[in-house]
């Protein structure tokens, strides 16, 4: 779920996780779900690194391709959400 609190954009995740975005596409890449983990924004944690509750200051005229993993490090491939201009993509 994701969701506009304030100035920040709140992610919540279905069980523990840490996630990192981007807002472009690394270099020398065009599609911008390709990013490294490792190598994205930190999305922070609320109640601490692996949480549910993930929460980031909002700036709508961006796009957050937004990717996270799970205690075991499982990754989904690509984005695990998009978010442009307000707009759950």
């Given at each position: 779920?994701?969701?506009?609190?304030?100035?920040?954009?709140?992610?919540?995740?279905?069980?523990?996780?840490?996630?990192?975005?981007?807002n472009l596409p690394p270099e020398g890449k065009t599609n911008a779900c390709n990013?490294?983990?490792?190598?994205?924004?930190?999305?922070?944690?609320?109640?601490?690194?692996?949480?549910?509750?993930?929460?980031?200051?909002?700036?709508?005229?961006?796009?957050?391709?937004?990717?996270?993993?799970?205690?075991?490090?499982?990754?989904?491939?690509?984005?695990?959400?998009?978010?442009?201009?307000?707009?759950?993509?």
């Amino acid at each position: 779920r994701v969701y506009k609190e304030g100035v920040n954009l709140v992610l919540v995740t279905d069980e523990p996780s840490k996630c990192r975005y981007v807002n472009l596409p690394p270099e020398g890449k065009t599609n911008a779900c390709n990013f490294e983990f490792d190598s994205g924004n930190v999305f922070g944690a609320v109640s601490g690194a692996e949480a549910r509750i993930h929460s980031e200051s909002f700036d709508s005229s961006k796009t957050y391709y937004i990717k996270c993993k799970d205690n075991y490090e499982n990754e989904k491939d690509g984005c695990g959400v998009v978010v442009k201009e307000g707009i759950v993509q």
